[in-house]
């Protein structure tokens, strides 16, 4: 059924971490739902919003360092990191 993906460890846990990143996301917005606000994002947005952006623009981090540069791709996932993080605390 899915034998064309290359399930690598690291394909693996990457995907498991989206899952958990998710699944605690879900349970923290049913035990403290949040309303919409403004940070430094041009939109009012929620949590979901923020981490949908921060997910993206993570994948985009990456692309980027890719094409521009020969430097490890854990630099890349530490900028994600720490831009995710801001995203989601003043975003």
Request: hydrophobic content about 65%; overall charge positive; aromatic content about 14%.
């Amino acid at each position: 059924m899915i034998a064309w993906m290359n399930w690598t460890p690291t394909v693996a846990i990457f995907f498991a971490v989206i899952a958990g990143i998710l699944a605690v996301m879900t349970v923290f917005e049913i035990v403290s739902p949040c309303s919409e606000r403004k940070g430094f994002l041009p939109i009012a947005t929620t949590r979901g919003d923020r981490l949908f952006i921060g997910l993206l623009s993570a994948a985009y981090i990456h692309l980027a360092f890719l094409a521009v540069s020969d430097i490890t791709l854990w630099v890349a996932l530490a900028v994600s990191v720490v831009w995710l993080l801001v995203l989601l605390r003043w975003g």
